[in-house]
């Protein structure tokens, strides 16, 4: 098993430029998350997805927007990217709704906005 | 909203010496806690997981225990070694939501 992937690696973008950040699992997880992750700061909740079909804002979901295409994948778009969002962006899975979950993280995509 | 802090930020030992990291959070109504692992330019791995039910967990020479009513957890490494360094995470659930809130970490070096 793969576990979490995340594409791409890296990226640089201007400043107003658009991406899609994409992850999938294929652990059979139905809940999947989007965080980032800045110095000084931790990891902060962007946007969540309980299952297939629904998503949920966390504590910084401005300027972006998400997609659970199907149970495996979880795309965050930037629409028009700004140096503020200069990142360390990490996708993660669990199996929640059994009180007994996990979370399970992928490499991480680092983005520089500039 | 739940908050988390993590105490010392930073930890230098040296090799051989136990440990204890320590994590309050707080919000108490919690189902489960969440150590993490996180080395340098990489993603997070989980150490351990906590459920409200149970005291402490145990992986090789780590242990964790979580005390909900006095909002805090501990994490302790017995016998340290150069691999252990690396930044420990504690990210206990936010108030049943089944979401987890980070605290910023301990950075931990084991000097050989």
């Known amino acids: 098993n793969a576990g979490v992937t995340q594409t791409p690696k890296f990226q640089v973008l201007k400043t107003g430029q658009s991406m899609t950040l994409q992850c999938a699992q294929d652990m059979n997880h139905n809940s999947m998350y989007w965080y980032r992750q800045d110095p000084g700061m931790g990891l902060r909740l962007i946007y969540y997805?309980?299952?297939?079909?629904?998503?949920d804002k966390g504590e910084v979901p401005n300027g972006y927007n998400v997609s659970r295409l199907n149970k495996r994948e979880f795309s965050l778009r930037l629409e028009s990217a700004a140096p503020s969002q200069t990142s360390v962006y990490f996708c993660a899975s669990s199996l929640t709704g059994t009180g007994d979950y996990e979370q399970y993280f992928g490499p991480g995509t680092r983005l520089t906005v500039t | 909203k739940q908050e988390v802090t993590q105490i010392p930020a930073a930890l230098s030992v040296p090799e051989g010496e136990n440990l204890v990291l320590n994590c309050s959070f707080t919000?108490?109504?919690?189902?489960?806690l969440q150590w993490f692992r996180q080395d340098p330019g990489k993603g997070l791995t989980s150490l351990l997981l906590i459920q409200s039910s149970q005291r402490e967990q145990t992986s090789g020479r780590l242990n964790a225990s979580l005390d909900k009513s006095s909002g805090r957890s501990t994490l302790y490494i017995a016998a340290s070694q150069p691999g252990d360094s690396a930044t420990y995470l504690c990210a206990p659930e936010e108030g049943g939501s089944e979401k987890l809130v980070f605290g910023k970490g301990t950075k931990l070096t084991v000097n050989p």
């Open positions: 919000d108490s109504a919690i189902y489960n």
């Open positions: 997805s309980a299952s297939e079909g629904t998503t």
